[in-house]
Every structure is written in structure tokens, then in C-alpha cells.
T-cell receptor
Framework: DTEVTQTPKHLVMGMTNKKSLKCEQH?????MYWYKQKAKKPPELMFV???????INESVPSRFSPECPNSSLLNLHLHALQPEDSALYLC???????????FGPGTRLTVT | ELKVEQNPLFLSMQEGKNYTIYCNYS?????LYWYRQDPGKSLESLFV?????AVKQEGRLMASLDTKARLSTLHITAAVHDLSATYFC?????????????????FGKGTKLSVKP
């Protein structure tokens, strides 16, 4: 298996909802990443897990909460989001923390 | 602060023509990445350039890296419509703040390429 999968593909949620994004890879990669990409902009890093240990990007609001249950799975828990959080959320993985990153197909999130 | 600048940001080409996209970065980095993104889609890895003087080619695309000049180029030969996409370059950013965890990518703004018949 040589791909990163993400579910759901699309998500519409209200500002009071709680939802989660899921990312999975079975390539044995030990680093996984969450990126946020607004329209016509480059991806911006949100979080990194390296050997299941979290690196926190200090500019990410607390309404985004990552979780890495094991080395193959990465979740992003969402709560009380704002409309400006609407974006494409990309997951990526790499063999090690500084290796080439492979991106999943993304989750298109719309906050209403 | 590490900055990655691409130019041009928009490129309209005719099929069959050649062109080059430039990527400059502001601090030392031994690795540079090129990605392709189709509208509404994810990023596809095109090239990873690991050292000064590295050159890689895949089909009509060729990428090179000059770490001394902090410059990478993506050259398009005899463009075809299927190459229409947004191309991003990226470099390894600074280490993140939590001990033991490293590695993030800093992306350029992207070059939107449109190849017309």
C-alpha cells in the first residue's frame, strides 16, 4: 500500500458541531502531518507527529486538536470552528521526520 | 524568516513552447521539492532535489538545484495541455518547537500554469 488516505472527502459542519478528520497510511512512515490550504494559496503546516510524538505549531487555534492513536493513523478533531476555517485539509506522511512527504487527497471542509 | 519565492505566479503558454519556472529561497537548504496540484486535488510529488547541482527529469519536466545561489528551476519542454496545473516548490523549514520533533515544509506561492492549444 503506497498511499495516504483521508476521510471524509467532503465535510460541511456548523460552528457548534464537533467532527473529526481521519488520515491513514500503511507505508511504515513514522512522521505524519496536517496542512491547511486556503483557495489559491500554498499549504500551511498545522501539526507534525514524529514517532507518535506531537510537534505543535504555535499559530494553530485550540479548536483544532490532533491525535495520533498509532503510527499509521492521524486524526484531527474539530470543535467550534469559524467560517474562515473552511479550507482543504491535507494529510501527509514521510518515512522519517525529515523525509519526502506524500500527501493524501484531502478533506474539503466547509464551516457554515 | 525563511522565504520561498516563485516566479512567475501565473504562466500562460502555447503548446509546443518551452518555459522555466524559478524558485528562490532565503536561507540555506540542501533539499528542495517540486509538487504539482490540479484544481481541487491534492499535491503530487514531482521531484526531490537533494544536493547542489542535482538535476532530475521526468517526461517534459526537468528540475535543477543550485544551493549556492539558493535557486531551483523547473523547465518545461514542448508543453502540452496535460501539464496545466499549479506547481509549488518547497524547502525544509526550521525545526519546530517541541523537542525531538523536526521537519516542516515551507512552500512558495505556486505557479499556475495554463497551456493553451
Amino acid at each position: 500500500d503506497t498511499e495516504v488516505t483521508q476521510t471524509p472527502k467532503h465535510l460541511v459542519m456548523g460552528m457548534t458541531n464537533k467532527k473529526s478528520l481521519k488520515c491513514e497510511q500503511h507505508m511504515g512512515h513514522r512522521a505524519m502531518y496536517w496542512y491547511k490550504q486556503k483557495a489559491k494559496k500554498p499549504p500551511e503546516l498545522m501539526f507534525v507527529y514524529s514517532y507518535e510524538k506531537l510537534s505543535i505549531n504555535e499559530s494553530v487555534p485550540s479548536r483544532f486538536s490532533p491525535e495520533c492513536p498509532n503510527s499509521s493513523l492521524l486524526n484531527l478533531h474539530l470543535h467550534a470552528l469559524q467560517p474562515e476555517d473552511s479550507a482543504l485539509y491535507l494529510c501527509a506522511s514521510s518515512p522519517t521526520h525529515d523525509g519526502e512527504q506524500y500527501f493524501g487527497p484531502g478533506t474539503r471542509l466547509t464551516v457554515t | 524568516e525563511l522565504k520561498v519565492e516563485q516566479n512567475p505566479l501565473f504562466l500562460s503558454m502555447q503548446e509546443g513552447k518551452n518555459y522555466t519556472i524559478y524558485c528562490n529561497y532565503s536561507t540555506t537548504s540542501d533539499r528542495l521539492y517540486w509538487y504539482r496540484q490540479d484544481p481541487g486535488k491534492s499535491l503530487e510529488s514531482l521531484f526531490v532535489l537533494l544536493s547542489n547541482g542535482a538535476v532530475k527529469q521526468e517526461g517534459r519536466l526537468m528540475a535543477s538545484l543550485d544551493t549556492k545561489a539558493r535557486l531551483s528551476t523547473l523547465h518545461i519542454t514542448a508543453a502540452v495541455h496535460d501539464l496545466s496545473a499549479t506547481y509549488f516548490c518547497a524547502v525544509d523549514g526550521p525545526y519546530l518547537t517541541v523537542e525531538g520533533s523536526q521537519g516542516n515544509l515551507i512552500f512558495g506561492k505556486g505557479t499556475k500554469l495554463s497551456v493553451k492549444p
